[in-house]
């Protein structure tokens, strides 16, 4: 049998050399990984901090009820969390708001700041809120807010909506505990 590989015989490696390194490759990989999940597993508090981001086609402001509305609000939120736990996925923007006063640390209770990134006449206007109850109807998402940085201009689009974190518990019967694994999975909920 005529081989088609031209290099020397000694520099070609054998299926059972190939097969041979990867599986030692492999180990070291899996040990790797299996010290890092105990090291972060013991640092780990059972919360993960999660920050939220929202977007949206435009937005309008009313100043005279500090009420920002986003018009066009994208169906998904996403949300991820910092070192250890590098949890990512999304929640239904209709699941979101209720969850805003879920828990006892909830945005309800301890309202989040926020920072919006904004289009205003082609330029980008970046303004820092707290936000409070958010409403949705339709495609409209409304936040009463409270400006503690920037100028909020009254109408703009390509919104994004950068939302301090919450400290949600992991443990099997919290929220996010309950849904961790399928947020892992990055799917829609």
């Known amino acids: 049998m005529e081989t088609t590989d031209k290099r020397p015989a000694e520099t070609r490696a054998s299926r059972r050399q190939v097969l041979t390194g990867g599986a030692g490759v492999a180990t070291a990989l899996l040990a790797a990984r ?19 981001v929202q977007t949206a086609a435009g937005m309008a402001y009313d100043a005279d009820q500090n009420r920002l509305t986003l018009n066009g609000v994208g169906p998904v939120t996403l949300f991820f969390a910092d070192r250890p736990e590098r949890i990512a996925g999304n929640m239904t923007t209709k699941a979101f708001v209720p ?4 828990g006892k640390d909830s945005f309800l209770s301890d309202p989040p700041n926020a920072d919006l990134s ?3 006449d082609g330029t980008l206007k970046q303004t820092v809120v707290v936000l409070r109850d958010p409403v949705l109807e339709g495609e409209r998402l409304h936040y009463t807010v409270q400006i503690i940085s920037g100028d909020m201009p009254e109408l703009g689009t390509e919104v994004s909506v950068f939302i301090d974190v919450i ?8 929220y996010a505990g309950v849904r961790r694994r399928a947020y892992r999975r990055a799917v829609l909920y």
């Open 99 to 102: 969850f805003w006063g879920t």
């Open 167 to 174: 400290g949600m518990p992991l443990t099997p019967v919290s």
């Open 34 to 52: 299996a010290a890092s999940s105990e090291t972060a597993a013991a640092a780990s508090d059972g919360t993960a901090d999660f920050l939220f």
């Open 118 to 120: 904004i289009i205003e």
